[in-house]
Structure formats: C-alpha cells, structure tokens
C-alpha cells in the first residue's frame, strides 16, 4: 500500500554515496530548494563532471526531480545549428533524453526530469537513472562535443552515433 511520505532529496543520499561523493545544499534565502550534488567520474578529456540534482516546483501535488549536468567545453557560434541538429538525434534515440543546450550561455548539459509519485523515493531506480546518464555521456559526449566545438562535422558525428548504436 503507497505511502503519503513525500518524496525528499535526502532519501538518496545513502545510496549515492557509496558509489560517489555527495553534497547536500540546504534550503535558505539564496538556495529556493534543497539541492544534492554528486561528483561523477571524469569525463574523456579528464574534466571533472557533477550533477545536480533538485525537485522542480510541484503541480497538483505530482513531483518532478531534475537531473542536470552541466558540460565543460565551449559552443563554437558557427556551429550552434550543427549541435542542435546532432542533440535532436541523438534525443530522438536516447533511452533518457537529456542532451541539451543554452545558447545565450554557451552551454552544453545533459538534463532529464523524472516524475516521482507521492512516496519515498526508490533509491535504486535513481542510482540506475545515474548509471544511465552516466553511460550516455561517456558514450555520447566526445561526439556532442566534437561538433560543438567544431572539430567534428555534422555528418560525421551522424556516422560517429550510426557506429556507437551498432
């Protein structure tokens, strides 16, 4: 029988920190919501990655937990077109759909939203919605980057992801 306990960022504290280095930010006057950070592995090139994850404001009492991870490396402006071009595809495939782009910050991130019923979280469906994130960008990244910065076309990144789904 489901519980009325709401879900809380808090729950999943345990189960990320055994694999990963966490933080919690609390609530206050700067922060609006309570935010958990989690220090992932590094990426291809060997920058260090983090996600953040938050509950977004609630509607009709349904919650939605964000996942965000902000990507370091820079958008080429001529290459804007080519990269959201490559991000629907790789979107339109993806089994979480995340990647995605802030153009007036120059920024690349990987963001999902997963709903969670009214209820504890399950930390295990959350631990395997990291490892998920995790696998797509490790996968994808030096592709979406490639094409961000210039370095790789947009048809060969299409061949690039044609190879990485084979």
Not at 16 to 42: D, G, M, Y
Not at 118 to 132: G, R, W
Not at 133 to 151: F, P
């Amino acid at each position: 029988m489901p519980t009325s306990t709401k879900p809380d960022i808090r729950q999943l504290v345990k189960a990320f920190s055994e694999e990963f280095p966490v933080t919690i930010v609390p609530r206050s006057e700067e922060v609006p919501r309570e935010q958990l950070f989690v220090a992932l592995p590094a990426d291809h090139a060997g920058r260090a990655r983090q996600l953040e994850l938050v509950f977004l404001p609630d509607e009709d009492d349904v919650h939605f937990l964000q996942y965000f991870v902000p990507l370091e490396f820079a958008i080429s402006p001529a290459h804007v077109g080519d990269l959201a071009r490559v991000i629907l595809r790789i979107n339109a495939s993806s089994p979480l759909i995340g990647f995605g782009m802030l153009e007036d910050l120059a920024l690349v991130c990987f963001r999902s939203v997963v709903p969670c019923p009214k209820q504890a979280l399950d930390p295990e469906i959350h631990v395997q919605t990291l490892y998920l994130i995790l696998y797509i960008l490790d996968q994808l990244g030096a592709i979406v980057e490639g094409v961000a910065n210039g370095t790789l076309s947009h048809a060969d990144a299409l061949v690039k992801l044609a190879a990485a789904a084979a």
